[in-house]
């Protein structure tokens, strides 16, 4: 069975730090590229990047784009969202989800075909 | 950037009845758009992908149209199960952002 597996849920302070991950299984997983996707209490969803298990080819939406770092150990098959210093507004629940590989640039494909069940990170004092 | 526009925000119906919701982009995408549902407490699932391909697993009563600008989910007969969220989604041709519509709610009359 394809899964993506993802990390359990995080209850951190502001300005900590926190690494969440996501896991691949039932498929190669260096044939697809791996995207995480936000949505925040009671709102809908917004991409944050996209990373190829491969090479770690890695495209960011301008909206996080140095709030977060998207990162790959293709020996685990297991892709990376990691905070350096979280925030209140980072509340949220976070979800991979994979995505098929493209002969065009960029090289990914249009949609997400299998979504992890997504890690809730709650970011309180 | 392209921006999705959905309509309408809550659709009210009936088991049984058809459902019609429309994505709106603010740009040509060709027929590069996707669909999927999410439940209460559930990550979203894929429905349709390049507008009007069924992904793996979904029923027939879910169809996917349009192409260019504007896009129709159409769900011919409401079952209990299909009372959820709505999404639509595309990605620009390059740099390959990924921009997801506001939903549609589609709950019970």
């Known amino acids: 069975e394809v899964q993506l597996v993802q990390s359990g849920a995080e209850v951190k302070k502001p300005g900590e730090s926190l690494k969440i991950s996501c896991g691949g299984s039932?498929?190669?997983?260096?044939?697809?590229?791996i995207a995480w996707v936000r949505q925040m209490p009671g709102k809908g969803l917004e991409w944050m990047g996209i990373?190829?298990?491969?090479?770690?080819?890695?495209t960011y939406s301008p909206s996080f784009q140095g709030q977060v770092t998207i990162s790959v150990d293709k020996s685990i098959n297991t892709a990376h969202l990691q905070w350096r210093s979280l925030k209140a507004s980072d509340t949220a629940i976070y979800y991979c989800a994979r995505c098929p590989t493209s002969l065009t640039r960029p090289y990914y494909n249009f949609y997400f075909d299998v979504w992890g069940k997504g890690t809730t990170v709650t970011v309180s004092s | 950037e392209i921006v999705l526009t959905q309509s309408p925000a809550t659709l009210s119906l009936s088991p049984g009845e058809r459902a019609t919701l429309s994505c709106r982009a603010s740009?040509?995408?060709?027929?590069?758009l996707a669909w999927y549902q999410q439940k209460p407490g559930q990550a979203p699932r894929l429905l349709i992908y390049?507008?009007?391909s069924r992904a793996v697993g979904i029923p027939a009563r879910f169809r996917g149209s349009g192409s260019g600008t504007d896009f129709t989910l159409t769900i011919s007969s409401l079952e209990p199960d299909d009372y959820a969220v709505y999404y639509c989604q595309l990605r620009s041709s390059w740099p390959g952002i990924f921009t997801f519509g506001p939903g549609t709610k589609v709950d019970i009359k």
């Open positions: 039932g498929y190669r997983f260096t044939n697809y590229w």
């Open positions: 390049d507008a009007s």
């Open positions: 990373v190829h298990p491969g090479d770690s080819d890695t």
């Open positions: 740009q040509s995408v060709s027929n590069y």
